[in-house]
């Protein structure tokens, strides 16, 4: 029974809240829905569309509420979101901004934009809530300043300490004004020498006391901070290689590499100047006390000056807001082209593109320059108006206080101390209006740095492991597959059966989905619909670390690490013996050359492996794949860069590389494929031919005999030429 079948169209709102449910969760990266409701449809009959999509969320461990929500709720759900049109069906909101919302119907072939406000006309207010249960919640609540609470907690000891000595310290500033007092109103008054240097040696005690107490609390934030910045970067980190790959696929690097740097200003904002100036803020209001009791009249002039620098800092907000997100974007952009630079450095080196790069980094550097500098001017406009602001408190404090004391209102003691108190107080304000602009940088921070922890990783844990591949039977059902939501389909109702101990090969032209079927088997790419089997077990319930342990993949284009031969081609098994990994390389036609390095397997290769040549890049990874013994190998021209000797090589140790396993050859030099028990021939996302090389061949006009010709032909062709040329 399909989802898709005519009887359940004939039911809008059941079908469509059906197949909205399957579709979130391909989106959300989860277990596919769709065997789950198909089975429920079979069990269940007669049940709505409702209680199917609740049977089905229990099911897959989700919780799921149909609620009314008004146009300003909507804005702060988490999307993807299934909602209800005012005919009763059912439509996925993809994205919603102030100028644009994406939706998708389930029976449309690709997204449609509309206007918020035509979203509005034709929503009826009705929405299916999906989430995952409480054990997966971590993972999918909103991210914002309390996902750093736990950590905070965590060091709660550590906290109290900082806190502790901030008292004290704020409990020592009190003290200094009071002496000062003492020293002009009766010291100076009355000669009191012996008093004056009792008190000039407390107020020494006190000011080393209180440089001891700032040093302690330094050091305890520090230290909290340091602690708490390795756990947080660690639980990032594991976040971010949990991640599917179709996110690193949809984002350059050095955007993502920008926004996990911004962990570090966030947990500087919560474990910096915020940690203190809640004490400071809080022995204000007792430094205030202590000044009414001098002059009320004094007091309230200081108070007037908070809302002012208030009026500042909420003035300032919006407009530096909208500047700082313009910076970050151009330093993002910037990071990413340094990035994607130094990582294709040879190829502009090759194509003398240096000019061209300088000139578009000068372009670019420039917009980050001018983007700071408007961040620069805003936050010195602030400064200039708080400055001003608290230099015309001072002088209104110092004229009124005079006349007070000319009116013996007030000591000239007490105008000093009321004076040196007021100046403490100032520093807790000013410092709270500088932290709300680092507020709202760090709002920007929490903004960009949510994009990496609101995507949901591969759900791994929760599937059960895969211990062994048995038999290497591979199943593929009705999958269709594509990389973007509004994207053409790569595979369309692709079915396939690969017998277990076979080697078959998928051949091609460029983009006919060759490569994303090898990606679909190690569930590196999660299908829209359809089904992906080993041995008949379903790899969406697999965890996927066990599933890939079990399923090697060889690339084109291999990365290699700035370690050993050794080290590199044991990187899945790292305690192979040195005589374990020389087999593996054997097989891989890679011992020889390798033993003519210097170190031999102890040579360190550079970074990315830049320092051989693509084919001795290509052996080494296929002897990584082969000493991790998988019970599926999959070989994506994994050969193209190797010369004529070493891939006749490859094919003479082919028969033992195969045994006990199903191999998997993505190819375009047929050659290499002639050997394979079966031969798929691709085109645009379908199988247009089967067979053996034999059997393909013999096809009049086939796709594969032609390719077959075609390379005979240049392969000739260039024989021809070389005696020639000699």
């Known amino acids: 029974m399909s989802l898709t079948q005519p009887e359940m169209e004939g039911c809008a709102p059941a079908g469509?809240?059906?197949?909205?449910?399957?579709?979130?969760?391909?989106?959300?990266?989860?277990?596919?829905?769709?065997?789950?409701?198909?089975?429920?449809?079979?069990?269940?009959?007669?049940?709505?569309?409702?209680?199917?999509?609740?049977?089905?969320?229990?099911?897959?461990?989700?919780?799921?509420r149909f609620k009314r929500l008004t146009r300003a709720k909507l804005q702060d759900q988490p999307l993807p979101l299934i909602l209800q049109d005012r005919d009763g069906a059912?439509?996925?909101?993809?994205?919603?901004?102030?100028?644009?919302?994406?939706?998708?119907?389930?029976?449309?072939?690709?997204?449609?934009?509309?206007?918020?406000?035509?979203l509005e006309q034709i929503w009826s207010g009705q929405a299916a809530l999906l989430r995952l249960r409480a054990r997966f919640h971590k993972i999918v609540q909103k991210f914002d300043i309390r996902w750093f609470l736990p950590e905070l907690i965590r060091y709660k000891g550590l906290a109290f300490e900082i806190l502790a000595a901030s008292a004290a310290i704020e409990c020592l500033a009190l003290i200094s004004p009071l002496f000062f007092q003492v020293i002009m109103d009766k010291v100076l008054?009355?000669?009191?020498?012996?008093?004056?240097?009792?008190?000039?040696?407390?107020?020494?005690?006190?000011?080393?006391?209180?440089?001891?107490?700032?040093?302690?609390?330094?050091?305890?934030?520090?230290?909290?901070?340091?602690?708490?910045?390795?756990?947080?970067?660690?639980?990032l980190y594991r976040h971010l290689v949990d991640l599917p790959l179709t996110y690193f696929k949809s984002r350059p690097v050095g955007v993502t590499v920008a926004r996990v740097n911004e962990l570090s200003a966030i947990r500087e904002f919560i474990t910096g100047a915020a940690n203190t100036l809640v004490i400071d803020l809080s022995f204000t209001f007792i430094f205030f006390a202590v000044m009414y009791f001098y002059s009320p009249v004094l007091t309230l002039v200081v108070l007037g000056s908070v809302p002012c620098y208030m009026a500042v800092s909420f003035l300032i907000t919006g407009p530096l807001q909208r500047r700082i997100e313009e910076l970050y974007r151009d330093g993002a952009v910037n990071t990413s082209f340094l990035t994607e630079m130094l990582t294709g450095v040879e190829t502009v080196k090759a194509l003398a593109l240096e000019a061209q790069m300088v000139r578009r980094w000068e372009y670019q550097t420039r917009d980050f320059v001018l983007s700071n500098y408007k961040v620069q001017r805003l936050m010195q406009l602030s400064n200039t108006l708080v400055q001003a602001i608290q230099k015309l408190t001072m002088v209104l404090v110092l004229w009124i206080g005079a006349r007070k004391v000319i009116g013996l209102e007030l000591s000239i003691g007490q105008l000093i101390?009321?004076?040196?108190?007021?100046?403490?107080?100032?520093?807790?304000?000013?410092?709270?209006?500088?932290?709300?602009?680092?507020?709202?940088?760090?709002?920007?921070?929490?903004?960009?740095?949510?994009?990496?922890?609101?995507?949901?990783?591969?759900?791994?844990?929760?599937?059960?492991?895969?211990?062994?591949?048995?038999?290497?039977?591979?199943?593929?059902?009705?999958?269709?597959?594509?990389?973007?939501?509004?994207?053409?389909?790569?595979?369309?109702?692709?079915?396939?059966?690969?017998?277990?101990?076979?080697?078959?090969?998928?051949?091609?032209?460029?983009?006919?989905?060759?490569?994303?079927?090898?990606?679909?088997?190690?569930?590196?790419?999660?299908?829209?619909?359809?089904?992906?089997?080993?041995?008949?077990?379903?790899?969406?319930?697999?965890?996927?670390?066990?599933?890939?342990?079990?399923?090697?993949?060889?690339?084109?284009?291999?990365?290699?690490?700035?370690?050993?031969?050794?080290?590199?081609?044991?990187?899945?098994?790292?305690?192979?013996?040195?005589?374990?990994?020389?087999?593996?390389?054997?097989?891989?036609?890679?011992?020889?050359?390798?033993?003519?390095?210097?170190?031999?397997?102890?040579?360190?290769?550079?970074?990315?492996?830049?320092?051989?040549?693509?084919?001795?890049?290509?052996?080494?990874?296929?002897?990584?794949?082969?000493?991790?013994?998988?019970?599926?190998?999959?070989?994506?021209?994994?050969?193209?860069?190797?010369?004529?000797?070493?891939?006749?090589?490859?094919?003479?140790?082919?028969?033992?590389?195969?045994?006990?396993?199903?191999?998997i050859v993505i190819a375009h030099r047929l050659s290499t494929v002639r050997d394979c028990d079966c031969i798929h021939v691709l085109d645009q996302g379908r199988i247009i031919e089967s067979g053996t090389h034999d059997e393909l061949i013999r096809i009049p006009g086939g796709a594969y005999r032609n390719l077959w010709n075609l390379q005979k032909s240049e392969l000739a062709a260039a024989e021809t030429r070389t005696p020639a040329a000699s």
Not at 97 to 109: F, G, N, V, Y
Not at 193 to 217: G, H, N, P, Y
Request: proline share 4%.
């Open 189 to 235: 008054v009355h000669n009191s020498v012996s008093t004056l240097d009792v008190l000039v040696v407390t107020l020494i005690a006190v000011a080393v006391f209180e440089v001891a107490l700032k040093t302690l609390r330094q050091y305890l934030a520090t230290r909290t901070a340091t602690r708490i910045d390795a756990r947080l970067g660690g639980n």
């Open 417 to 663: 101390a009321f004076n040196m108190m007021a100046n403490h107080v100032s520093q807790p304000v000013l410092r709270l209006t500088e932290l709300w602009r680092q507020f709202v940088q760090t709002r920007v921070s929490v903004e960009r740095l949510g994009d990496v922890l609101h995507t949901l990783p591969e759900v791994s844990k929760a599937h059960k492991p895969l211990q062994r591949i048995e038999r290497g039977a591979v199943s593929i059902r009705d999958v269709t597959f594509r990389y973007a939501p509004d994207g053409e389909p790569v595979l369309k109702d692709f079915s396939l059966d690969i017998p277990g101990g076979r080697m078959v090969a998928f051949v091609g032209r460029s983009g006919s989905g060759k490569s994303t079927v090898a990606r679909l088997v190690q569930k590196l790419y999660i299908p829209e619909s359809g089904q992906v089997c080993i041995d008949g077990t379903d790899i969406a319930t697999l965890d996927s670390v066990s599933l890939r342990q079990n399923t090697s993949i060889v690339l084109q284009e291999n990365f290699l690490f700035n370690r050993s031969v050794r080290d590199n081609i044991a990187l899945t098994r790292p305690s192979a013996s040195l005589a374990e990994v020389a087999e593996a390389a054997e097989k891989a036609g890679a011992h020889e050359f390798i033993l003519e390095m210097t170190d031999g397997y102890d040579t360190i290769l550079s970074e990315g492996g830049s320092s051989i040549s693509g084919g001795q890049r290509q052996r080494i990874a296929i002897a990584r794949s082969l000493l991790s013994d998988p019970g599926i190998l999959i070989l994506d021209e994994a050969t193209s860069a190797l010369d004529d000797h070493s891939q006749a090589l490859i094919q003479q140790n082919m028969a033992e590389i195969r045994k006990g396993r199903t191999v």
């Open 16 to 64: 469509s809240l059906i197949q909205c449910f399957v579709i979130w969760t391909a989106v959300m990266q989860m277990p596919d829905a769709e065997p789950t409701v198909r089975k429920l449809l079979e069990q269940q009959p007669e049940a709505g569309p409702e209680r199917l999509v609740r049977a089905a969320a229990r099911a897959l461990r989700l919780q799921v």
């Open 90 to 118: 059912w439509f996925l909101l993809a994205s919603l901004s102030e100028q644009q919302a994406l939706i998708q119907r389930p029976d449309a072939a690709a997204p449609e934009a509309l206007t918020p406000e035509e």
